[in-house]
């Protein structure tokens, strides 16, 4: 790896952290492919499903957990 890309790649990594999450990137990504005509219909539904279902989970343990926060 060269050290400009051993530079380049922490620094792509933090901006899309602070940015937006892995999986909503995965989700735009994947729309943008869509839009082009590189995946068909039925992968961008998958990629959908995916994203919705463990944000849903996500936004579900975090409602737990801040309910047990809350009542000790």
């Given amino acids: 790896m060269t050290a400009l890309k051993k530079r380049i790649v922490p620094l792509i990594d933090r901006v899309l952290n602070a940015a937006i999450s892995k999986k909503l990137t ?6 943008i492919f869509l839009y082009l005509g ?3 219909s039925e992968q961008w539904e998958n990629i959908a499903i995916v994203y919705l279902c463990s944000q849903g989970v996500i ?3 975090i ?8 009542t000790n």
Wanted: proline share 0%.
């Fill in 63 to 70: 409602q737990i957990m801040n309910a047990r926060n809350q």
């Fill in 26 to 31: 995965v989700f735009l990504i994947g729309t």
């Fill in 59 to 61: 936004d579900v343990f």
């Fill in 38 to 40: 590189k995946l068909e």
